[in-house]
């Protein structure tokens, strides 16, 4: 298997395998899948199915930056007192 993690495809790439435990790496997982599902033509997907699967996907990977506004509150109370 190289260096992909353990349970992983072969197929995988080392960038994926380093990304996959960030948050929204199995939400991205599935997106990718729906619209492989959605483009080869399987009649149980749809273009909503897509949609909704994008919107799990954006919201998961939202959370990366949970601190964000945190540290934007931070930044502003050290630049007035500056």
């Known amino acids: ?3 992909c993690a353990p ?3 072969p197929a995988c790439t080392a960038t994926r395998c380093q990304e996959a435990w ?3 790496g199995r939400a991205r997982d599935a997106y990718e899948a ?6 080869n033509g399987h009649p149980g997907v749809s273009l ?3 949609a909704t699967a994008k919107a799990r996907m954006d919201r998961a990977q939202a959370n990366r930056t949970g601190t964000k ?3 934007d509150l ?3 109370a050290q ?3 500056g």
């Not at 729906?34 to 483009?39: E, F, R």
């Open 7 to 9: 349970g992983r495809t």
């Open 69 to 71: 506004p945190l540290h």
């Open 34 to 39: 729906t619209v492989a599902a959605l483009s």
């Open 74 to 76: 931070i930044t502003r």
């Open 48 to 50: 909503g199915a897509v």
């Open 79 to 81: 630049d007035r007192k």
């Open 22 to 24: 960030l948050p929204g």
């Open 1 to 3: 298997m190289g260096i």
